[in-house]
């Protein structure tokens, strides 16, 4: 006998469609005989970017100008045209269309678990009428985030966008509906945060955790190009760091001068004209960003330096060839002429490959790949095969 407190599997053959007639066929639903009654909706999504990209548009870096407020404007147009987009979507005099974009920070409140950034957006529809709105505030939202990948996607062709979701929504005949609720998760399951890592404690008060509920901020992995004085190394690290963040890699650097008393910042901006007044710890803080330079007696290890690197994919550091750190060799010139030695001489157990000329790989006796110094591409395939490796 069958169990009737089991509830019955879902048909998808038998559940009502109301765009569907009783031939299958797709229609726009009569609303005709519906009351009018307010109703409001809520929807979001989320744009994640390099790091960079997020500060270009904060700093209203952007050549095509201001990327957020021309997305608040396409939010709240593609409200009002939604029915020219979704076909059975009925045209509606909206009353209300907001669309609010807020930054993602790498740490602290509002980040992501993930540690990635990049920018929150909601869209928030009003209407008094005989249809829903959700599909206003959805459209408004997807819309909002297509603009700003348009604006920045010449230096950033690997943003994603992800989340793109329903909030709440309230009035007509099926009234309130919040996700928080109407999702169910087991007795002890993980409620997944919102958009832009937002979950809550006990408390109410956003929190960011891992699967083990303490913070997740790990140092990105990183591989060092090092090589003697004129060795192309610079050239190459610049060239490889624009590959992988095309290829959509969120790239951290850091660089070893190799020398002492280099200037602090840009002359002329206002931390460099802090230093210059004598201040040895200068830091910069905005709502998004925080930076600081140091004057220390003695040098910062690399591994507290590369303990910062939380928010990226990979480090690409440039020097610090005594730090035993994985690394390419980078051999352009013959002999570096303070030393007379040959950035072949670096080569170590933690050489990953050797990126050279052609007159320094027929010098190559190793059994390791060996990279055209001027083919990025072939550079960064490497790096990347690198991080596959330590992932597994």
């Not at 076909?87 to 209300?96: A, D, N, Q």
């Not at 990049?118 to 505030?137: Q, R």
Request: proline share 4%.
């Amino acid at each position: 006998m069958a169990d009737t407190n089991t509830p019955a599997p879902r048909d998808a053959y038998r559940d009502e469609l109301t765009h569907v007639d009783a031939k299958g066929e797709v229609r726009m639903v009569d609303v005709s005989e519906k009351d009018e009654t307010r109703r409001i909706a809520i929807a979001e999504g989320t744009i994640l970017m390099h790091p960079e990209t997020q500060a270009m548009v904060l700093e209203d870096r952007a050549k095509k100008g201001d990327v957020l407020a021309c997305a608040r404007v396409a939010g709240v147009m593609a409200c009002k045209r939604t029915s020219d987009l979704i076909p059975m979507c009925h045209p509606l005099m909206i009353t209300k269309a907001k669309v609010e974009i807020d930054p993602i920070p790498a740490a602290g409140e509002g980040s992501r678990s993930d540690a990635r950034v990049g920018f929150h957006v909601t869209v928030t529809c009003g209407v008094t009428g005989k249809t829903g709105i959700e599909m206003e505030a959805l459209t408004g939202a997807s819309v909002a985030c297509l603009t700003i990948y348009d604006m920045c996607k010449a230096v950033d062709r690997g943003m994603e966008i992800v989340d793109v979701r329903l909030l709440r929504k309230e009035g007509g005949h099926s009234g309130l509906w919040e996700r928080d609720a109407a999702v169910g998760f087991a007795e002890g399951a993980d409620v997944p945060a919102l958009a832009g890592g937002h979950g809550a404690d006990e408390s109410g008060e956003p929190s960011v955790s891992d699967s083990a509920g303490e913070p997740s901020h790990h140092p990105a992995p990183a591989l060092a190009f090092i090589g003697y004085q004129n060795s192309g190394k610079t050239t190459l690290v610049e060239k490889v760091i624009a590959e992988l963040t095309a290829r959509g890699l969120r790239v951290g650097s850091l660089k070893h001068h190799g020398h002492h008393g280099f200037d602090i910042d840009v002359p002329g901006k206002d931390s460099w004209r802090h230093a210059q007044a004598g201040s040895r710890h200068v830091g910069l803080v905005c709502a998004t960003r925080v930076a600081e330079y140091a004057d220390t007696d003695a040098e910062v290890p690399v591994s507290e330096l590369l303990s910062h690197y939380t928010d990226v994919d990979v480090v690409i550091v440039e020097g610090y060839k005594a730090a035993g750190l994985p690394n390419v060799v980078v051999a352009r010139s013959g002999v570096d002429r303070l030393r007379g030695q040959s950035s072949l001489d670096l080569v170590d157990d933690g050489t990953v490959a050797i990126a050279c000329n052609d007159v320094m790989a027929s010098r190559v006796q190793l059994a390791l790949p060996v990279l055209d110094i001027n083919d990025a591409r072939q550079v960064a395939d490497t790096v990347e095969a690198w991080l596959e490796d330590r992932r597994r």
